[in-house]
């Protein structure tokens, strides 16, 4: 075989693009373990492929690429990229596409499913049926917050941040403000969401709050001690990437009534210590980082990122490229 034919995936989940593939008769390798390829697994893997299919908690580093001598294309099966390293990859001239578009609904279902879950109380109450605890009618542990006609604070107003807030405004009336680093006066005038033009402002004035920012240097624990202290009785919900928020200040800010109840389904690291008291504390719920996964997005991803690399292989256009 050729090496300009071989193909890594990281993992072995997604026939359908492997079958895609295999038919434009490219030679596919996938990582067989359940547990992801460690840096020097992917080294071993990749070192004569001209591509790889990469999640987003594959680190693409500079040794990884600077042993794959043959690779021309990263394709990450995730709309996020900041697991590769977009330098080396730059100076090398390889191309890096991701799958942005088809994740954006099924992302914001959700979020809005764990905004429900905290507000009333879902997984929390849960929690005691399964203890026994339910032996007569009796709501008063349980009572939660209503949701409708409430004010929610977006911050990231990117395709899932705009999706969620459409199913905020349009099923639950919610009064909906946003914060992102550019002002996006066409959503504003499409959807009818507010801008405030600081975090502060925003999370001061709001009883829901929903992270939607990328990861960056910048973003890098937005919300913070000095947020939390500015809210009150917030349900706060992360489904963008753990870093987004200081999570080790999240339960003071619990236990000082800042916030009633968070839904993490990012943490930093992931998964998080399992004797990290954020695991254990009964007004937070975690989920393994699902925003996406449901059985057509999780396909339509894995078909997307495969499409990268046919077409960038083939000196056609990237369904999405990333720019480098
Ligand atoms: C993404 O696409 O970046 C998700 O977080 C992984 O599914």
Redesign the pocket.
Same mark, same amino acid.
């Given at each position: 075989m050729e090496p300009n034919n071989k193909i890594f995936l990281t993992r072995d989940w997604h026939e359908e693009a492997v079958n895609y593939l295999c038919d434009k008769k490219y030679q596919v390798i996938t990582w067989k373990n359940i547990t992801p390829p460690t840096e020097s697994e992917i080294i071993n893997k990749l070192k004569d492929c001209v591509a790889i299919i990469s999640?987003?908690?594959d680190k693409i580093t500079n040794n990884i690429i600077n042993a794959a001598p043959n690779l021309k294309v990263i394709s990450? @099966?995730?709309?996020?990229?900041e697991n590769i390293d977009l330098k080396i990859a730059k100076e090398r001239n390889i191309l890096v596409g991701?799958?942005?578009g088809v994740?954006v609904e099924t992302?914001a279902d959700f979020t809005m499913a764990l905004l429900l879950n905290i507000a009333r109380n879902i997984t929390y109450s849960n929690r005691d049926v399964l203890k026994g605890k339910w032996q007569s009618f009796y709501q008063l542990p349980y009572l939660g917050f209503d949701i409708y006609n409430k004010n929610l604070g977006i911050i990231g107003l990117g395709q899932i941040g705009t999706a969620f807030a459409k199913r905020a405004i349009n099923g639950f009336n919610m009064k909906t403000y946003y914060w992102s680093r550019n002002r996006k006066l066409d959503i504003e005038n499409e959807i009818g969401i507010n801008w405030i033009d600081n975090i502060n402002d925003l999370v001061s004035n709001c009883e829901y709050i929903s992270i939607h920012c990328a990861s960056t240097p910048e973003t890098h624990h937005i919300i913070g001690k000095e947020q939390f202290a500015l809210m009150k009785n917030v349900k706060l919900i992360n489904?963008? @990437?753990g870093p987004t928020l200081d999570q080790d200040s999240l339960i003071d800010a619990i236990d000082s009534g800042n916030i009633y109840a968070a839904a993490l389904d990012?943490t930093d690291p992931e998964p998080p210590d399992y004797k990290s008291k954020i695991i254990h504390h009964p007004k937070i719920l975690i989920t393994p980082?699902l925003?996406?996964?449901s059985s057509e997005t999780f396909k339509k991803?894995a078909m997307m990122a495969a499409e990268n690399i046919a077409n960038a292989l083939e000196g056609k256009k990237m369904v999405s490229q990333v720019k480098l």
């Open positions: 999640e987003f908690n990450n @099966r995730a709309v996020g990229y991701n799958t942005p994740l992302c489904t963008s @990437r990012v980082h925003g996406s996964g991803m």
